[in-house]
C-alpha cells in the first residue's frame, strides 16, 4: 500500500494551492526515481506518470510547485503500477529525506533540494476470473482480459467497452454496467473480475430533434442526416450522420445526441446540436517559377446561400504572368453544390467557366456550362459524373476553329493518403473519362485520364519518404487536328516534368508549327527527408511523353528533368521551392526554379 498521513489527497491539494505563499526555490539537479527491483521500461512508465518530473522539466521548482506535485504523485504512481499489473506497491516520496505525506501543510520548507521516489512495486498480478455477462453473441473480448494474463487495469476497462459496444451495435443503446466486483488476492497475485451488464430494451430511431437555432432550415438538416425514423439503433447510422451534416461546410460543430428516454413503442429520439459557421469566407493563392511566372488564384464561398446549406463558391485565376513562353491566362468560375438531392450521400451541382487561354500551342476563348452529380461513398471513395456544354473559339498553327461539343464528363478518386498536402504514407487514385458529342459539324471522342500516387515511408517515423507518380492521358474518336486543344496533352513545367520549359514537349506538325499530342505518359519520383525542425529537403527526377496517336505506342518523344528542393512545414502545408534543370529531350536548357505551397504531388 501507499503511505500518506492527515488530510485526505484532494483536500490536501487545495490546501497547498490556498494556503502556501510561493516560496524560493533551490538548485534541484533531478528527480531520482528508485525501484525495489529493476525495470527500465516501468521505470520510463512512471516517470512520464509522475507530476514532479513534469514540474522538473518545466523548471516549476519552488518549494510550493514541488511539494504539491509530491502530493499528487502518490495517486498519479498508484494508478501507473494498476496500469502494469502491480497491486500492492509502496510508494515513498521523500522531500530532503522526509516523507511528503506526512509534512504539515503549514511547515512546508522554505527550500528543497532533493526529491526521492523509492518504489516497491511488489510481484506482478495475473487475471483468474474474469467475468463479464451477459454478451451479445459474437462478441469478442480483448485478448489480455483472461485467465493467466497480466492483470493491467487497462485490460478491465477496455473489456468493459467491448461489452457495453457490443450491446450498443446490437441494438441496446442504453446498455450499461449493473455491478461489477475487482478484487485482489494478495495471497495469490491474483485479480478476480465480475462485471454484469444491463443491456436495457431494444431501441429503434424516434424523431430527429433540432436543439437549438439554426441559419438552415430544419428540414434540410434532417434530409441531409438521414436518421432512419423507426428502424433499429446504430451507433454507426449516428455517426455518419454526424459526418454528413459536417461535410456540408455550413457548420463548425455537430453533435448529434441520444435522448435520455426510451418510449414505449422502444423509439428513442436524436436531438441535433449544431454551430452554423461563418456563412462567407475568401482565400487565394499564389506560385511562380521562372519560365511560366506567376499564378494567382483567389476565391469567394459562401456556405449557405438560400438556407438549405448550399455552397456557392466564385473563383479566379490569372497565370502565366511574366512569361516569357505563352501570354496571361484568365477564368473566372462558379459552382453551385446542392446537398442531399438523391439520398443523403449525393450531392447536386451547376456551374459556370468564362476562360481565356494564351498557351505556347493555341489561343482560345472559351465558355462551359454544366450540372451534375457527385457521389460520396465513404471517406475516402468519392465520384462525379454530369453533363456541360462548352463552345470554344481557337486558333492555333492548325488554323482558327470553333469548337462545340456536349461532354459528359465523369471521375472516380480513391484517396488514402494519411495527410493531402504533405502525404507520408499511403496512395491516391484518380480516373477520369469525357466522352464528347460534336455538334455543328465539330467531331465526337472521348477523353481519358489517370493519376497515380504512392507514397513509402522509409523510416517508421516518416521522416523520410519515397514518392511515386504515374500520369496517363489519351484522346480517342476525334483527328489531331479537329480535336479542342485544351483537351490535348504538352508535358514540361511544375505540374508535369520540371526542369523542362512549361508545354515545351508537344506534336510537331512541320515548318516550325506544332500542337499538342493525344496520347501523354508522366513518370516523378520523389525522395523527401526532413532535415530539422521545419525544414526537409528533397531530389526529384521527372519524365514526360506526348505522342500523336491516341495511345502509347513509343512512336512519340520522351524529355525529362531532375533537381532539388527545399521544404519548410506550416499549418496549412510545406512552402515548397524546387530547383530543376533537363535531363534529357531537347526541348529546353538552363536552370528553373518553382515556388507553392503543398507538395509537388
Known amino acids: 500500500m501507499y503511505r500518506w498521513k ?14 502556501v505563499a510561493p516560496l524560493p526555490a533551490d538548485a534541484l539537479d533531478k528527480v531520482i526515481f528508485r525501484l525495489s ?11 512520464n506518470a ?8 518545466d523548471e516549476r521548482v519552488t518549494a510550493q510547485d514541488l511539494f504539491a506535485a509530491a502530493l499528487s504523485d502518490y495517486g498519479r504512481l498508484l494508478d501507473a503500477l494498476y496500469a502494469n499489473g502491480f497491486y500492492s506497491p509502496t510508494i515513498d516520496i521523500l522531500i ?29 498480478y495475473r487475471f483468474a476470473r474474469t467475468d463479464v455477462s451477459p454478451l451479445p453473441p459474437g462478441t469478442e473480448l480483448p485478448e489480455d482480459f483472461s485467465a493467466t494474463e497480466r492483470a493491467r487495469s487497462g485490460a478491465v476497462g477496455e473489456a468493459l467497452t467491448s461489452a457495453i459496444v457490443s450491446w450498443r451495435d446490437a441494438g441496446y443503446a442504453k446498455a450499461k454496467l449493473a455491478d461489477q466486483s475487482v478484487v485482489a488476492d494478495h495471497a495469490r497475485n491474483v485479480l478476480d473480475v465480475s462485471m454484469r451488464i444491463a443491456p436495457g430494451p431494444l431501441v429503434k430511431f424516434g424523431n430527429l430533434r433540432r436543439t437549438q437555432p439554426s441559419a438552415v432550415r430544419g428540414s434540410v438538416i434532417r434530409r441531409v442526416a438521414a436518421i432512419p425514423t423507426g428502424m433499429q439503433f446504430s451507433p454507426k447510422e449516428l455517426r455518419d450522420a454526424e459526418l454528413r451534416l459536417r461535410r456540408t461546410g455550413a457548420f463548425s460543430s455537430v453533435a448529434l445526441v441520444e435522448g435520455e428516454t ?6 428513442m429520439d436524436i436531438g441535433v446540436n449544431v454551430v452554423d459557421a ?24 459562401h456556405r449557405n446561400l438560400f438556407g438549405g446549406a448550399e455552397r456557392f463558391r466564385v473563383e479566379g485565376k490569372v497565370s502565366n504572368i511574366g512569361s516569357t513562353d505563352s501570354g496571361m491566362d484568365y477564368s473566372l468560375g462558379a459552382r453551385l453544390e446542392i446537398p442531399a438531392v438523391l439520398g443523403p450521400d449525393t450531392n447536386g451541382f451547376v456551374y459556370s467557366e468564362l476562360s481565356h487561354m494564351d498557351e505556347p500551342t493555341y489561343l ?5 456550362l454544366g450540372l451534375g452529380l457527385s457521389r460520396i461513398y465513404s471517406d475516402d471513395l468519392t465520384a462525379e459524373g454530369g453533363v456541360s456544354f462548352v463552345y470554344s473559339e481557337t486558333s492555333d498553327d492548325l488554323g482558327d476553329r470553333t469548337f462545340t461539343l456536349l461532354t459528359f464528363p465523369f471521375s472516380v478518386t480513391l484517396d488514402k493518403r494519411d495527410n493531402e498536402l504533405n502525404p507520408g504514407s499511403g496512395y491516391y487514385l484518380d480516373a477520369t473519362t469525357t466522352p464528347y458529342v460534336g455538334l455543328n459539324g465539330s467531331q465526337s471522342g472521348a477523353r481519358f485520364t489517370g493519376d497515380a ?56 506538325l512541320g515548318n516550325g508549327d506544332s500542337t499538342g499530342g493525344r496520347s501523354f505518359v508522366g513518370v516523378s519520383t520523389e525522395y523527401r527527408t526532413n532535415l530539422s525542425g521545419n525544414l526537409a529537403a528533397v531530389a526529384f527526377y521527372d519524365a514526360g511523353y506526348i505522342g500523336e496517336s491516341g495511345f502509347y505506342d513509343g512512336t512519340g518523344n520522351w524529355h525529362s528533368g531532375a533537381g532539388l528542393g527545399i521544404r519548410y512545414n506550416t499549418g496549412i502545408g510545406p512552402i515548397r521551392f524546387d530547383v530543376a534543370g533537363p535531363v534529357s529531350g531537347d526541348t529546353g536548357n538552363g536552370v528553373q526554379f518553382y515556388i507553392g505551397i503543398g507538395q509537388a504531388f
Open 6 to 19: 492527515g488530510l485526505s489527497y484532494g483536500l490536501m491539494l487545495a490546501s497547498v494551492c490556498a494556503i
Open 37 to 47: 527491483t529493476e525495470n527500465d521500461e516501468l521505470r520510463t512508465e512512471l516517470r
Open 50 to 57: 509522475s507530476a514532479l518530473q513534469t514540474a522538473f522539466e
Open 96 to 124: 530532503d529525506g522526509r516523507q511528503a505525506s506526512d509534512i504539515p501543510l503549514l511547515s512546508v520548507p522554505s527550500q528543497i533540494s532533493d526529491v526521492r521516489v523509492l518504489i516497491n512495486q511488489g510481484p506482478v
Open 262 to 267: 426510451v418510449a414505449a413503442d422502444g423509439s
Open 278 to 301: 461563418k456563412p462567407r469566407r475568401f482565400g487565394f493563392g499564389a506560385q511562380i517559377s521562372s519560365l511560366q511566372g506567376v499564378e494567382l488564384t483567389s476565391f469567394w464561398l
Open 364 to 368: 482560345s476563348d472559351r465558355v462551359e
Open 453 to 508: 500516387r504512392y507514397y513509402f515511408p522509409v523510416v517508421e517515423d516518416k521522416s523520410q519518404v519515397l514518392a511515386a507518380r504515374l500520369q496517363l492521358g489519351s484522346v480517342v474518336g476525334s483527328d489531331l487536328d479537329q480535336t479542342l486543344p485544351e483537351y490535348l496533352f504538352t508535358s514540361g513545367g511544375g505540374g508535369s516534368v520540371r526542369g523542362q520549359p512549361y508545354q515545351s514537349l508537344d506534336v510537331d
